[in-house]
């Protein structure tokens, strides 16, 4: 059964900082990974996509990699903004998609 | 329409009563899921479909929980004997085809038994 572990729980920087999400996840047998991001009583956000074949995804101040051998993934977030304050979420996709718990990230202004 | 649309936004109902929930999926796209994301948590999956049949239903809590897609667009999410248990909010979401495609998520319903 693929279980998906996102970590830290909970982040809170300053604006402007660099920062790195993590999402784990225990099956390697994937088709994609997608992260997305959630809003506070809000649906889900499509952020980035990667394929199975891919190494990373990159919009705008975004990049995702995917280590399938290893199961992993990270959510790069460049100069950050308190726009960015937001659960983010990684899921990893076979027929459907399993997700981690997320991570609440808050941006100080 | 532009995105995936579900109604209603919000619901409360009374324990035991019987309520619908409807999504309306990105036009064009095969493949439609429905979660349930309850607070702190991520979603979990419920039942897919790819087309009018239920590819996956494994994630059904019990049989008070039913799905439809009879023309392989709307889908109803029906939940009988409501409990208080069942209060969470139920994400629909839909892709152009199963396994390696892109999900987009709607708004969520949020269902509150009382």
């Known amino acids: 059964k693929q279980e998906v572990t996102q970590i830290p729980a909970a982040l809170s920087v300053p604006e402007g900082e660099n920062l790195v999400l993590n999402c784990s996840f225990t099956d390697s047998a994937i088709y994609n990974l997608q992260w997305f991001r959630q809003d506070p009583g809000k649906g889900l956000t499509s952020l980035l996509l990667i394929q199975s074949s891919q190494r990373e995804q990159t919009s705008g101040r975004l990049n995702a990699s995917l280590d399938k051998s290893s199961g992993r993934s990270t959510l790069y977030i460049a100069a950050s903004q308190p726009g960015d304050s937001a659960t983010y979420l990684c899921a990893v996709g076979g027929n459907k998609l399993v997700f981690g718990a997320g991570t609440i990230l808050r941006v100080k202004s | 329409g532009a995105g995936v649309s579900q109604t209603p936004s919000n619901k409360v109902t009374e324990k035991g009563k019987y309520v619908e929930l409807r999504c309306d999926p990105i036009?064009?796209?095969?493949?439609l899921y429905w979660y349930r994301q309850s607070l702190g948590q991520g979603p979990e999956f419920l039942i897919y479909f790819q087309g009018t049949g239920a590819a996956d239903d494994s994630g059904l809590p019990n049989d008070r929980f039913f799905a439809v897609r009879p023309e392989g667009s709307v889908s109803t999410l029906k939940i009988q004997r409501t409990e208080r248990g069942d209060s969470a909010v139920y994400l629909c979401a839909s892709s152009l085809g199963p396994r390696a495609t892109e999900a987009f998520f709607g708004q969520g319903t949020r269902l509150t038994v009382v």
């Open positions: 036009s064009g796209h095969t493949a």
